[in-house]
């Protein structure tokens, strides 16, 4: 069975995070809905804080290799 992962991408700067692994495709895509995963859409001020400090993000989801 595939699994995927959870990457946060920056708007400020190249590369990603891997935030979770191990996820089925239902489980990513859950997460990924979720508008607490995005510095644009989060209601959570210290998220709001960060942004500011560091950037926008957000989680997106891949394939892991088998």
């Keep these: 069975m595939a699994t995927y992962r959870i990457v946060r991408m920056y708007a400020n700067r190249r590369g990603t995070d891997i935030i979770v692994t191990g996820l089925t ?3 990513a ?10 510095s644009l859409t989060s209601t959570c001020p210290k998220v709001k804080a960060n942004a500011k400090r ?3 993000w957000f989680d997106g ?4 290799n088998a």
């Design 54 to 56: 560091w950037g926008n």
């Design 29 to 38: 895509k859950r997460h990924c809905s979720d508008p607490e995963t995005s």
């Design 61 to 64: 989801y891949e394939k892991e």
């Design 25 to 27: 495709l239902a489980e």
